[in-house]
């Protein structure tokens, strides 16, 4: 199947989970540039390996290569894309996963797998990452996952008041080797109270 087709889908193809206003569903190669995006858009303080470097890797072909080998991976949720199910607008990503960014901070004991939710800046501010962070939190609940964790840099308060927002708490907190920051641990417990998002079609 050549890029033309893998991309030439109904908007609704593979939905994961859906809330309102979103789809949560596999990327396709042809959004590598909302992906490439988004590492562009990465405050300065984050960490170089999480930034587009000198020889401005990664590339779009880099990440379309990415996607593609995601495809391939089975089980779990990982990381769907966000679109906007009015648009048809890809705007970022949220779901989980194990051994993130962030896997260094969990420690020894790995309680849970990590949340990890990135939007493009002009989406930010309109509750998707709420909308989003719920619908996976409860597939979380749904398929048996007692607790869930996140990692967030102690100067990105966007981040840890959408934690909060989703019932997360700090349990723990470290500085990186090297690091200028502290990177907090932030856990939640998924308790009766959450429902479960229909499932895409």
Known sequence: MGMEDEDAVDARDGVL??????????????EAVVLRALWAERDPRVPPHRRIDE????????LEA?????????????LPALEIRATGEVIGYCGLV??????????DEHP???LAVELLRRAQGAGYATEAGRA????????????????????NYASRRLLTRLGFVETDRSRP????HEMLVMTA????????????P
């Open 17 to 30: 989970l859906a809330t309102e206003r979103l789809w949560l569903r596999p990327w396709r190669p042809k």
């Open 55 to 62: 020889d401005g890797r990664p590339s779009l072909e880099d």
């Open 66 to 78: 990415s996607i593609r080998r995601q495809a391939h991976r089975p089980g779990g949720l990982g």
């Open 98 to 107: 194990e051994d993130g960014p962030g896997a260094a901070a969990l420690g």
């Open 112 to 114: 849970g797998p990590e």
């Open 136 to 155: 996976v939190m409860a597939w979380a609940r749904g398929a048996g996952i007692p607790r869930l964790q996140a990692t967030v840099w102690d100067w």
């Open 177 to 180: 080797a090297g690091a200028e």
């Open 189 to 200: 417990v998924l308790g009766e109270s959450l429902t479960a998002p229909s499932a895409g």
